[in-house]
Each structure stands twice: as C-alpha cells, then as structure tokens.
T-cell receptor, first 114, second 112 residues
Framework: DGGITQSPKYLFRKEGQNVTLSCEQN?????MYWYRQDPGQGLRLIYY???????QKGDIAEGYSVSREKKESFPLTVTSAQKNPTAFYLC?????????????FGSGTQLSVL | SQQGEEDPQALSIQEGENATMNCSYK?????LQWYRQNSGRGLVHLIL?????REKHSGRLRVTLDTSKKSSSLLITASRAADTASYFC????????????FGKGITLSVRP
C-alpha cells in the first residue's frame, strides 16, 4: 500500500524546544515538500528537495530545518527560532524529479505550543 | 504574492445540485490543479489542466481554463454530502524552478 506517512498526528512544543516532524514515502518519488497551513489560509512552502542530499528553501524557511539523507525520508525540524509554530504541517511528494505535477500528500501533523 | 484566489470563500448547496468554484491567478502558468481537503486531513489531487487545454473532465468533475482571463472553474455535478470539503486551486507559474502556489481554498458544504 503506497503512500506518504507523517508522524506524529499531534505534537506539542514547549518554549525553546526543537521538535522534529517525520515524513516517509514509499512511492519512489524524487521530490518531497513541506508545507505549512494556517486556519483559513492556503499552503505555504517551507522547504523542498528534488534529490537526495539536496534541498532548497521555500517561501517561509526561517525557523525551520530539513535533511534528505534517504530518498524515502524528509524530516522537518521546527526550531526554537520559529516564534509562531502552531499550524498544520503537510508533507508531499511528486515524480518525475522537478515536476510539480500531481502532489501526493500525507495526512498532516498538527503542531501546538504548550 | 503570486497566490491564486478562489471564489467564493464558502459555498453551501443542497445534495444533487451542482457546485461551481472559481480560481483566478496573476501571471502565465504551465498548469493549474485542483485539490480537495477533508477536515484535518491531507490534500488529494483531483484534476490538472495544462495551459494549452480549455476543458477537462473526470467523473463528476469538469474543469475549464481561460488563460486570457487568467481564471479557472471547477464544476462538481450532482453533488453528494460526501463532497463536503475544502477545495484548493494550485498554479504552476512559468519560469525556472517554479513551485506550485496554492490559494486559500473554498469551503463547500453539501446539505443532505
């Protein structure tokens, strides 16, 4: 059963804490993306990666970091520098490499601040 | 911002009626896509229309694209309660390294 798995479903962050959101795909896609969604808003691109060991900043990368050590995995770290982290985070993937056609999304992680 | 804009922001119809949602954008595109999102879930791709296409169909969905007006519409025919969701248009603008830009979405409620 192919798809994208995000975990955890819900995550709580304390002041000054870094937290990491997991995203794993078994679709053999080259490109992976992280989006942030705030209530009543569209999706905003945080980071994207078109190939292993390479990633690019999106529109709102400040306060976030990523890695792409494996094709299947693209974890997102929300650092303490991100002062307003409460949002719904969505991971997506696509193929072929570099194409925007048809993004496949995970089911999301809701991050809240304690 | 290059973000596309959907219209209306919210739509409430009776089951069996048709639902029409619109999306406008600002500059030249390679393609325009529509996605659906159920509450608290990820987005699901519905349909993609390229800049050289004017109309596409997929089941009960019909998408049109008017590049001269920089607008697209999504028609859902014979709506069902299960169509209740948020619908987003996403545009791939022309130019190097262009990424998909999503609008703010339309909330569709279909009353049984």
């Amino acid at each position: 059963d192919g798809g994208i798995t995000q975990s955890p479903k819900y995550l709580f962050r304390k002041e000054g804490q870094n937290v990491t959101l997991s995203c794993e795909q078994n679709l053999n896609h080259d490109a992976m993306y992280w989006y942030r969604q705030d209530p009543g808003q569209g999706l905003r691109l945080i980071y994207y990666s078109q190939i292993v060991n390479d990633f690019q900043k999106g529109d709102i990368a400040e306060g976030y970091s990523v890695s792409r050590e494996k094709k299947e995995s693209f974890p997102l770290t929300v650092t303490s520098a991100q002062k307003n982290p409460t949002a719904f985070y969505l991971c997506a993937s696509s193929n072929p490499r570099g194409s925007n056609e048809k993004l496949f999304f995970g089911s999301g992680t809701q991050l809240s601040v304690l | 911002s290059q973000q596309g804009e959907e219209d209306p922001q919210a739509l409430s119809i009776q089951e069996g009626e048709n639902a029409t949602m619109n999306c406008s954008y600002k500059t030249s595109i390679n393609n325009l896509q529509w996605y659906r999102q159920n509450s608290g879930r990820g987005l699901v791709h519905l349909i993609l229309i390229r800049s050289n296409e004017r109309e596409k169909h997929s089941g009960r969905l019909r998408v049109t694209l008017d590049t001269s007006k920089k607008s697209s519409s999504l028609l859902i025919t014979a709506s069902r309660a299960a169509d209740t969701a948020s619908y987003f248009c996403a545009t791939e603008y022309t130019g190097a390294n262009s990424k998909l830009t999503f609008g703010k979405g339309i909330t569709l409620s279909v009353r049984p």
